[in-house]
């Protein structure tokens, strides 16, 4: 059965020439000095450590995700459930929500620029006189954009976590004398969690393109509530440092690789 | 939960995510007149704050005409992103479907290891893989190419795992009486994984499309030959002042996308709920 491993070979040999190898170049480079021939031992990540900017840019990236993925698995869960209980219109709104993942950003940039404006959409329709972009409200408006965007796609990963819980077990709680909440909180809820896991790591995985939204409305230097660790290394990149480029992006794999586990390691006690 | 109530928060939420659709038609149709009085507090600071009609007022195509016969540069753009989508789909479908197969359906030295090696990465987003891409792109001499772009993400292993998600499901006993009857590994392949496979490998295709004709941080890094540029770093550039192309380039662009979501809307769902099931 080896000559399954010729299956994979043609698309192996381009991820180890493609990914592995260049990565574990950065990973040489990350002990080394910016033109990769002096061992600096770890120097380059105490001087990432100590930066202002790196500081700022993971602090943000945390608290986004720290914000963002909590409400859109509520929201996303509680519009699951909600809709697994309508009969026709379900499946038409269920098609809507997952729009806004083939919507361009490019193509909603307008929109939002519009909406977002001092003298904009939004403060027009509330009489608010909010700099949407150029305040803390930055965040928020990445925070919504997130939403938006996702929505649909953790909606349908609900949708097949509940339809692997069989019927039989709702309609004994029923007869029971369960009601809906307690069916929610004793059957559903418990059934759901094995989904969770992934639910979690992908909303996780999509928070990134975050980056999207940020850059095509604010630029390379946006308010600093939403500068996310892609503007600073698109700015060190531009300065060519790559000796903090490449301690920062194996910061990164170490730290998203250690989340990943640590939420399996989670999910697997359950 | 019975009642009006879900159905009407169902609705609302529903109409929020389409709402930019109808947002971009109702711009394209609306004329400079129209457009500079709506828009005149943002792009001339006339004070008070933009008001947007549901619906325009004196409709036209005005807009759509001027982008076709005077905006030369954006059929360019329009034309390296249709470029690039296609190349990265054609890749990663002759790479990625016989990996998905060979992982899913073989048994080899290795492969569980494989296995987890393409889900980790698979994870990391861009910021991990800038420099280590730009370090391969500037060996082999392909920075501000299109190939620079194309080849990492042929490479993807993402659509692999989308793929090995459907490979897996197909039933062992139908490649065993298959194996019986004589069919090699390759005909089983072409025979059976394909046909059988193929709502994966179209789900796959459909997320990969979506995904890299919406292409940002890749090209901007780089690429520097503006002439070169997708779609997406060219849209923000428009200004307000020329809201009516901007508002048509944007439909044009979102078109692509919004027909291969409905066409491909089944198998989309399919794929992201392909990640979702627990082997």
Same mark, same amino acid.
């Given at each position: 059965m080896r000559k399954g491993f010729f299956f994979v070979l043609p698309s192996l040999t381009g991820v180890i020439l493609f990914l592995l190898l260049p990565f574990a170049d950065v990973v040489r480079r990350s002990f080394f000095d910016v033109l990769g021939n002096a061992f600096v031992g770890l120097r380059n990540y105490q001087t990432v450590f100590q930066n202002g900017a790196f500081l700022q840019a993971a602090s943000n990236t945390l608290r986004f995700t720290a914000v963002c993925i909590p409400l859109l698995v509520t929201v996303s869960l509680a519009a699951a459930v909600l809709l697994k209980e309508q009969k026709g219109m379900g499946s038409i709104f269920k098609s809507m929500y997952l729009v806004p993942m083939a919507i361009p950003v490019a193509s909603v940039v307008l929109l939002w620029k519009l909406l977002f404006d001092r003298s904009g959409?939004?403060?027009?329709?509330?009489?608010?006189?909010?700099?949407?972009?150029?305040?803390?409200?930055?965040?928020?408006?990445?925070?919504?954009?997130?939403?938006?965007?996702?929505?649909?796609?953790?909606?349908?990963?609900w949708l097949a976590g509940l339809a692997g819980i069989a019927p039989e077990i709702y309609e004994a709680a029923r007869v029971d004398g369960a009601g809906q909440w307690r069916?929610?909180?004793?059957?559903?809820?418990?059934?759901?969690?094995?989904?969770?896991?992934?639910?979690?790591?992908?909303? =996780?995985? /999509?928070? #990134?393109?975050?980056?999207?939204?940020?850059? *095509?409305? $604010? %630029?390379?230097?946006?308010?600093?509530?939403?500068?996310?660790?892609?503007?600073? =290394?698109? /700015?060190? #990149?531009?300065?060519?440092?790559?000796?903090? *480029?490449? $301690? %920062?992006?194996?910061?990164?794999?170490?730290?998203?690789?250690?989340?990943?586990?640590?939420?399996?390691?989670?999910?697997?006690?359950? | 939960?019975?009642?009006?109530?879900?159905?009407?928060?169902?609705?609302?939420?529903?109409?929020?995510?389409?709402?930019?659709?109808?947002?971009?038609?109702?711009?394209?149709?609306?004329?400079?007149?129209?457009?500079?009085?709506?828009?005149?507090?943002?792009?001339?600071?006339?004070?008070?704050?933009?008001?947007?009609?549901?619906?325009?007022?004196?409709?036209?195509?005005?807009?759509?005409?001027?982008?076709?016969?005077?905006?030369?540069?954006?059929?360019?753009?329009?034309?390296n992103t249709v470029k690039l989508t296609a190349a990265i789909l054609a890749g990663q479908f002759l790479i990625g479907t016989?990996?998905?197969?060979?992982?899913?359906?073989?048994?080899?030295?290795?492969?569980?290891?494989?296995?987890?090696?393409?889900?980790?990465?698979?994870m990391m987003p861009f910021q991990v893989r800038m420099l280590s891409d730009y370090l391969v792109l500037d060996r082999l001499h392909l920075l501000d190419t299109h190939a620079g772009i194309i080849l990492p993400a042929v490479f993807s292993t993402f659509p692999v795992f989308i793929m090995y998600r459907f490979f897996r499901a197909i039933p062992e006993a139908i490649l065993e009486s298959a194996r019986l009857d004589g069919a090699g590994v390759l005909q089983i392949f072409f025979y059976i994984g394909l046909p059988l496979g193929a709502g994966g490998i179209v789900s796959a295709l459909v997320l990969s499309?979506?995904?890299?004709?919406?292409?940002?941080?890749?090209?901007?890094?780089?690429?520097?030959?503006?002439?070169?540029?997708?779609?997406?770093?060219?849209?923000?550039?428009?200004?307000?002042?020329?809201?009516?192309?901007?508002?048509?380039?944007?439909?044009?662009?979102?078109?692509?996308?919004?027909?291969?979501?409905?066409?491909?809307?089944?198998?989309?769902?399919?794929?992201?709920?392909?990640?979702?099931?627990?082997?």
């Open positions: 959409i939004l403060n027009g329709l509330f009489s608010l006189e909010i700099d949407w972009m150029n305040s803390e409200y930055a965040f928020w408006v990445l925070v919504f954009s997130y939403l938006w965007k996702n929505l649909g796609y953790d909606v349908i990963l069916c929610f909180f004793s059957i559903t809820l418990p059934n759901l969690l094995p989904s969770l896991y992934t639910i979690t790591v992908l909303s =996780f995985l /999509n928070s #990134f393109k975050a980056f999207r939204e940020a850059y *095509l409305v $604010a %630029g390379d230097y946006p308010h600093q509530s939403m500068y996310l660790m892609q503007h600073l =290394f698109n /700015n060190w #990149f531009r300065e060519l440092s790559l000796d903090k *480029l490449a $301690a %920062g992006a194996v910061i990164n794999a170490a730290a998203i690789l250690l989340l990943v586990m640590l939420l399996r390691r989670a999910w697997e006690k359950e | 939960m019975k009642g009006k109530l879900p159905m009407l928060l169902l609705g609302a939420l529903a109409f929020l995510c389409c709402y930019p659709v109808l947002f971009l038609l109702t711009g394209t149709l609306m004329d400079n007149g129209e457009l500079r009085e709506a828009l005149s507090p943002v792009v001339q600071q006339s004070g008070g704050a933009v008001t947007w009609r549901l619906l325009p007022r004196y409709p036209t195509l005005q807009h759509y005409l001027e982008l076709l016969l005077d905006e030369p540069e954006f059929f360019v753009m329009f034309w016989p990996a998905a197969w060979g992982l899913a359906r073989f048994c080899f030295p290795l492969r569980r290891l494989l296995s987890v090696l393409y889900i980790i990465l698979m499309f979506l995904e890299y004709w919406n292409l940002i941080e890749q090209p901007l890094t780089f690429l520097k030959d503006k002439s070169l540029w997708p779609l997406a770093l060219y849209l923000p550039n428009i200004g307000a002042e020329k809201a009516g192309t901007a508002f048509v380039s944007s439909v044009f662009t979102l078109a692509p996308a919004v027909f291969t979501f409905l066409l491909g809307k089944d198998y989309l769902e399919q794929g992201i709920a392909a990640a979702a099931v627990k082997e």
